[in-house]
């Protein structure tokens, strides 16, 4: 039996053509790296999709938290007094200069 890359030829009896003999093994070791490569990208991209996602809703919190911080109606609504106390500071300054 003579051998190549892709296994033992076998002389087919009676037609003189070689067949090639490849055991599981050898055609599990060859299909596998194609197999982990599409698990892998399949890992990958879930991932990335993932991260996508936390990504956005990230942005739309901090979004969302400057704008409750510099909506000056919400802080006038949440401290009327610290207002009123600026209010007169700034008169009371403003009339004495």
Do not use: C
């Not at 599981?24 to 299909?31: G, V």
């Amino acid at each position: 039996m003579a051998t190549t890359d892709r296994g033992e030829l076998e002389k087919i009896p009676g037609t003189g053509r070689a067949l090639a003999r490849t055991d599981a093994s050898e055609l599990i070791r060859r299909a596998a790296p194609e197999r982990h490569l599409d698990a892998h990208t399949a890992q990958l991209r879930e991932s990335i999709d993932t991260a996508r996602q936390q990504i956005s809703e990230s942005l739309d919190d901090i979004q969302l938290n400057i704008e409750e911080t510099l909506d000056w109606r919400a802080w006038v609504d949440e401290h009327p007094r610290e207002l009123v106390g600026i209010a007169l500071a700034l008169g009371f300054y403003l009339g004495v200069r």
